[in-house]
Nanobody
Framework: QVQLVESGGGLVQPGGSLRLSCATS????????MDWYRQAPGKQRELVAR???????TYADSVKGRFTISRDNDKNTVYLKMNSLQPEDTAVYYC???????????WGQGTQVTVSS
């Protein structure tokens, strides 16, 4: 059974930091590209960061220089370090695993991040 479990969300003040984790099981983690998405109330889900199975990364313009995606293939876990958080970063954050050899993909259940004073 495939599971993606996000953690690390919460309430943080503007300018603060959080690190999200997405622990996976049931997949051969090293042959999946890993994404972080977010969805704010009333908005479409958007791609925030991607790390492919080779370690290459891409970021949304809105988070470049503030967010860092990383992965630990030994722990089957992907991370999202978020610095200089702003109220507009408030959203539910989801991780997604994309099998590199097909269109198969799996989603986590999401973790809430709220940036507010």
């Amino acid at each position: 059974q495939v599971q993606l479990v996000e953690s690390g969300g919460g309430l943080v003040q503007p300018g603060g930091s959080l690190r999200l984790s997405c622990a996976t099981s049931g997949i051969h983690f090293s042959i999946y590209d890993m994404d972080w998405y977010r969805q704010a109330p009333g908005k479409q889900r958007e791609l925030v960061a991607r790390m492919n199975n080779g370690g290459a990364t891409t970021y949304a313009d809105s988070v470049k220089g503030r967010f860092t995606i990383s992965r630990d293939n030994d722990k089957n876990t992907v991370y999202l370090k978020m610095n200089s958080l702003q109220p507009e970063d408030t959203a539910v954050y989801y991780c997604k695993a994309n099998y590199v050899y097909s269109g198969r993909a799996y989603w986590g259940q999401g973790t809430q991040v709220t940036v507010s004073s």
